[in-house]
Each structure stands twice: as C-alpha cells, then as structure tokens.
C-alpha cells in the first residue's frame, strides 16, 4: 500500500484570505504577507511561533501557523485605529468581557493589543470555524453596511469583525476573534503561542 503526501491542504486558508482598496481611493491591493516559520515537527507540538515583523508596513497583514491555526498579525494603520473608537456602541462585547474566548490582560484594552498598531489574533470565526475575509476598505460594499469602517467578514454566515476582531452585535459568531497567548522577543520580533504568564 502506497500513502500519497497531501501537504496543501491545511494552506488553503492563506489562499481564501483576500484583500483589496486601501484608504483614500486610491485602488493599491493591500499587500498580503504570508510565511510559515515552524518545521512540521516543531508544529506538531504546539511550539511557540517566532516572527519578525520588521518588514510589515501600515495596512499590511501577515500570516503564520500556530498549532495548525492561522494566525494574524496585522499592522494597523491611523485611520483604522481610530475606526475602533467609533464603534464600541456598534460591537457586541466591546472591553472584550465574554469568556469563551478570553482575550489575555495585555490585550484587554481599546485596540485588543500590546502596542496599538500591532494586532494579533486567530484568524477563525468564533461561530463554526470558517477563516473570515479582510474587508478593510471602508464604505458600502456586498454584504456589509454602509457605514462599514473596514474589518473582516467571516463569508460562510456574516459575521463581521472590526479591525480589533470584535464581532458586531446581532451576527451569528458569539465572540470577538481570539487573541492568542503572545509577547515581543525585540522591538520587531513576536513570538506567538507563549507570554511568559503562563
Ligand atoms: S463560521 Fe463565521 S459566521 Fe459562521
């Protein structure tokens, strides 16, 4: 009996992320970053993820693998910042309160990170699973409002996230995006998957 390996499939969510706009009409596609670090085996056990963000610009996100999840880590740019402010009426667990998926102190705050700009999550829907979609041009488009101020769309039952992975009130996800245990190594380095708490 002869095992042909299959190694793409658990990669495909790096594929489905899309992206595309970016603020003041000007029509760039947002640069998408992907890299996996971990060998197989050092996956296989759940090691932490190290990763050097120095390249990532404003507006870009980048994706790793931590314990066979991808994992955002996205730089977020002024104008997307201050969009969070907007909408903690809008949000369904805005201080990040719930408990399913509970987000770690050192993120406990307004932009749901350690430095405002940085923001780490897992890229999985809390409803059933699904990766959700970048969706960070603000303005009317399919399938969100009109008042959209950029964010995600997790397109299997649209559920909506806001640039800090908080899920909007009314949708079927019943939390914000998960924060993963994180902290930096160096000014450009994180490692993801250990804070040192533990
Ligand atoms: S899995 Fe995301 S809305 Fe259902």
Avoid at 132 to 147: R, V
Avoid at 165 to 192: C, Q, T, W
Wanted: proline letters at 10%; glycine letters at 8%.
């Amino acid at each position: 009996m002869s095992d042909t390996p299959v190694d793409t499939s658990k990669r495909t969510w790096l594929i489905a992320s899309t992206c595309a706009g970016a603020v003041g009409g000007v029509a760039t596609a947002v640069p998408f970053v992907s890299t996996f670090q971990p060998s197989e085996k050092a996956k296989a056990a759940g090691a932490a993820v190290e990763v050097d963000i120095s390249a990532l610009k404003p507006g870009e996100k980048l994706t790793v693998e931590w314990r066979g999840k991808p994992v955002w880590i996205m730089k977020r740019t002024p104008e997307q910042l201050a969009s969070l402010k907007k909408l903690d009426s809008q949000v369904a667990d805005p201080k990040s309160d719930r408990k399913a998926y509970p987000t770690p102190d050192y993120a406990r705050n307004e932009t749901r990170s350690i430095k405002p700009e940085v923001f780490v999550a897992v890229g999985i829907c809390t409803h059933l699973g699904c990766s959700p979609g970048d969706k960070f041009t603000p303005g009317p488009q399919p399938s969100l409002p009109d008042d959209w101020q950029g964010g995600f769309l997790c397109a299997c039952h649209g559920s909506t996230f806001d640039m800090a992975g908080r899920v909007f009130k009314n949708k079927p996800a019943p939390d914000n995006l998960e924060v993963p245990p994180h902290m930096y190594l160096s000014e450009s380095k994180l490692l993801i998957g250990e804070d040192k708490k533990a």
